[in-house]
C-alpha cells in the first residue's frame, strides 16, 4: 500500500514536473520567436497585405487613393501594351536562363567533381559571379556589350562569328533580350553548379562500381544513377532559382533598363516604371501581383518536396 | 602520353574555359580603370590589354565622387542589419529547432515561404511604410527591411545546425542545474558557430549587394550604398563613365570576394545546406 501511493504520488510529481517544464518551454519558444515575427510582421507581412489592397486602389505616392476594383488589371491586359510584351519577356526570359543555367550548372559539376591541381582555386573562381553584387557585374557586362569599342563585338568580328561591326546589342529587341539571358546565365550558373557538385558528392561510390561490374557505360551510369540520385537537389535549386529569375529586377533594370522602346521590360522593372518614376503606386502593385500566381504554385512545390523526406 | 593528351582534353581545357567565362569579366572591369578616356575609345586597338595605364579613374573615383561615403554606408548597413538578423534567427532558430510548443512546426513553414517572397512583390507598399517613418534618405530604411529577407534564411539555415547538436549535451546540463538559457548560451550557440559564421557571411553579402530597396529609399547623393550611388551617379544622360563605373564597380565587390576567398568552405557548406539536406 505504502510503495503504491509512494509510486502514484512519484508519477503525479513526474507528470506534474513534466507539464511544467513544457509550460516553460512553451513560453520560452513565444517568446525567442517573438523578434523575428515582430520584424516579419510590420516589414514583410503588412506590406505584402498593404500590397494587395494598393492594386485595386488608384494610389500615388502622396494619396492613398480609393478603391478601384479590378482598374488596374483591366488597364495593364486590355491597354498597357510594354505590359504585354514584359509579360512574356519575364516568361521567356526565365524558361531560356533555366535550360541554360541547369545545363552549364550540370556540366560545370560533372567537370569540378573530379581531380585536378588546384581544385581549391578553381572551386573558389567560378562561384564569384555568384557572390559579386549583381548590379556591378551587370554594369560590366554593360560595358562589354557596348557595340563599337567593347569587346563582345570585337572577339566576334575577329573570330568571324559575324560581319562587321557586329549587331548592335541596345538597339534591337532580340539582341537586347539575348544579351539579358546572357548575364543571368552567367551570374546563376555557377550556383546551380555549386550545389549540384554538392549532391554529386553524396552519391556513394559503391552504386558506380557496382554498374561498372554489371557492364554499365558511362551515358548509362549518368542517366541510372547519377540524375535520379541527384533528383531532390535539381529540384530545390530548380525552384528557388525559378522564383528568383522570375522576380528578377537587378540584371533588367541595368542592363536594359527597357531598351529599345520599353520592349525588353520584365514584370519587375516595369513595375517599378509605373510605381516610381511614374507615381502610380496602385497600378505598379497590380502588375507585380502578376507575379503572384505563378510564384505561389513554384513555392507550393517546393514545400512539397522539401516535406516529403519526413 | 595520350593519356595525358586525354586528360587536357576531358578536364584541363575545359576547365580553363570555365575559368575564362567565370572571371573575364572582372578582368574587363580592372583592365578599363587603368585606360585613358582616348584609349577606351580607340577603335583601332587591341582591347584587351592596356597601352599607357593611367590612374585618372582611381584618383577621380576616391578624390572627387562620393564613393568613400557609400563604402561607409553599405558597411554601416551590412554590418547592422546582419546583427539584427543574427540575434533575431539565432532566437528564432534555437526555438524552433528545439523547444516544444504548438505551432512551433507551422510558424518554421511560414518563416520558410517568407524567405521565397521576393522583395519585387515588397517594394511599392514598402515605400509608403518608409515614407510614414519618415525613414527616406536615412540608413534605417535599409537595417530594418534587409532583416527581412536575411532572418528568414539564416533561421532555416540555424534551424539544421541546432538539430544537429545532440540533446543530451543540453539535457545534462539541465540536469546539473543550468536552466534552459544558460543551457542555450552556453552548450547550444558556442557549438553552432560555424553555423552562425556562415549564416553571417550570407546576410552580411546579401546586405552588401541589395539593390531595390537602396534604389528607392534612398535619393541623396551622400545617403547611397555603393550599388546604387556606382550605377546612378557616374553615368550622366548617354555619357557612360566607363573607367569610373569600372572601378567603382571593382572596389564595390572587393569586400565581398576578400570576404568569400577566407572563408569559402562556410559559403558553400551554407549554399548547400539548404539544396542537399533538405
Known amino acids: 500500500m505504502a510503495t503504491l501511493t509512494g509510486r502514484a504520488e512519484r508519477e503525479r510529481h513526474a507528470r506534474h514536473l513534466h507539464s511544467r517544464l513544457l509550460a516553460g518551454e512553451r513560453r520560452m519558444g513565444y517568446l525567442l520567436l517573438t523578434p523575428t515575427l515582430l520584424v516579419l510582421g510590420v516589414f514583410l507581412l503588412y506590406p505584402f497585405l498593404f500590397g494587395l489592397w494598393l492594386s485595386v486602389t488608384n494610389a500615388e505616392l502622396t494619396d492613398i487613393g480609393h478603391f478601384i476594383g479590378l482598374g488596374n488589371f483591366k488597364f495593364e491586359f486590355t491597354v498597357d501594351r510594354p505590359f504585354l510584351q514584359a509579360l512574356s519577356n519575364t516568361f521567356l526570359y526565365t524558361v531560356v536562363t533555366t535550360v541554360f543555367k541547369l545545363g552549364l550548372g550540370m556540366g560545370m559539376a560533372l567537370l569540378l567533381n573530379q581531380a585536378f591541381p588546384l581544385q581549391r582555386f578553381v572551386r573558389a573562381a567560378v562561384l564569384l559571379p555568384w557572390i559579386i553584387p549583381t548590379v556591378l557585374s551587370t554594369l560590366a557586362w554593360k560595358w562589354m556589350f557596348d557595340p563599337t569599342f567593347s569587346v563582345v563585338n570585337w572577339a566576334a568580328v575577329h573570330l568571324h562569328l559575324v560581319a562587321y561591326p557586329g549587331p548592335n546589342w541596345f538597339g534591337s529587341t532580340n539582341w537586347a533580350l539575348a544579351a539579358l539571358m546572357v548575364v543571368n546565365t552567367w551570374r546563376g550558373f555557377p550556383f546551380y553548379g555549386v550545389s549540384i557538385l554538392a549532391g554529386l558528392q553524396t552519391i556513394p561510390h559503391d552504386l558506380y562500381e557496382a554498374a561498372r561490374v554489371d557492364g554499365a557505360g558511362r551515358w548509362h551510369q549518368f542517366t541510372h544513377i547519377t540524375l535520379p540520385m541527384l533528383r531532390p537537389v535539381l529540384l530545390v535549386v530548380l525552384l528557388l532559382s525559378t522564383i528568383l529569375t522570375f522576380a528578377d529586377f537587378q540584371v533588367p533594370f541595368v542592363l536594359t533598363n527597357g531598351a529599345p522602346y520599353n520592349s525588353t521590360h520584365v514584370l519587375a522593372t516595369w513595375a517599378y516604371q509605373w510605381g516610381v518614376p511614374g507615381g502610380a503606386i496602385g497600378l505598379g502593385a497590380a502588375i507585380s501581383l502578376v507575379l503572384f500566381p505563378l510564384l505561389a504554385v513554384l513555392v507550393a512545390a517546393t514545400l512539397l518536396i522539401l516535406r516529403r523526406p519526413e | ?278
Not at chain 2, 10 to 29: A, E
Not at chain 2, 125 to 147: D, G, K
Not at chain 2, 152 to 171: A, D, K, N, Q, V
Request: some cysteine; overall charge neutral.
Open chain 2, 1 to 278: 602520353m595520350e593519356r595525358a593528351l586525354g586528360r587536357w582534353i576531358r578536364i584541363y581545357i575545359p576547365i580553363l574555359v570555365l575559368l575564362v567565362i567565370t572571371l573575364f569579366p572582372f578582368y574587363w572591369m580592372a583592365v578599363t580603370t587603368f585606360k585613358s578616356p582616348s584609349e577606351l575609345f580607340d577603335f583601332n586597338q587591341t582591347p584587351l590589354f592596356v597601352r599607357q595605364p593611367t590612374l585618372e579613374h582611381w584618383r577621380e573615383l576616391f578624390l572627387h565622387t562620393n564613393f568613400p561615403r557609400w563604402t561607409l554606408n553599405t558597411t554601416i548597413v551590412a554590418i547592422v542589419s546582419t546583427a539584427i538578423s543574427l540575434f533575431c534567427s539565432i532566437l528564432a532558430g534555437y526555438s524552433l529547432a528545439r523547444l516544444r510548443y504548438r505551432g512551433a512546426n507551422a510558424t518554421g513553414w511560414a518563416i520558410f515561404i517568407t524567405y521565397l517572397v521576393p522583395p519585387t512583390l515588397l517594394f511599392l507598399p514598402l515605400t509608403f511604410v518608409i515614407r510614414s517613418l519618415h525613414l527616406f534618405n536615412n540608413l534605417l530604411s535599409l537595417i530594418l527591411t534587409y532583416p527581412t529577407f536575411l532572418i528568414p534564411f539564416c533561421t532555416w539555415l540555424l534551424i539544421g545546425y541546432f538539430r544537429s547538436i545532440p540533446r543530451e549535451l543540453e539535457e545534462s546540463a539541465m540536469v546539473d542545474g543550468a536552466t534552459r538559457l544558460q543551457a542555450m548560451t552556453r552548450i547550444v550557440i558556442p557549438l553552432a558557430l560555424p553555423g552562425i559564421l556562415s549564416a553571417g557571411m550570407f546576410a552580411f553579402t546579401l546586405s552588401w549587394n541589395e539593390f531595390l530597396y537602396a534604389l528607392i529609399f534612398l535619393n541623396d547623393s551622400t545617403a547611397k550604398t555603393i550599388p546604387v550611388g556606382v550605377t546612378q551617379e557616374f553615368i550622366h544622360g548617354d555619357d557612360f563613365f566607363w573607367g569610373q563605373l569600372m572601378a567603382g564597380a571593382l572596389m564595390g565587390s572587393v569586400p565581398v570576394a576578400l570576404l568569400y576567398s577566407f572563408f569559402v568552405d562556410y559559403f558553400v557548406s551554407g549554399l548547400t545546406a539548404g539544396a542537399v539536406k533538405g
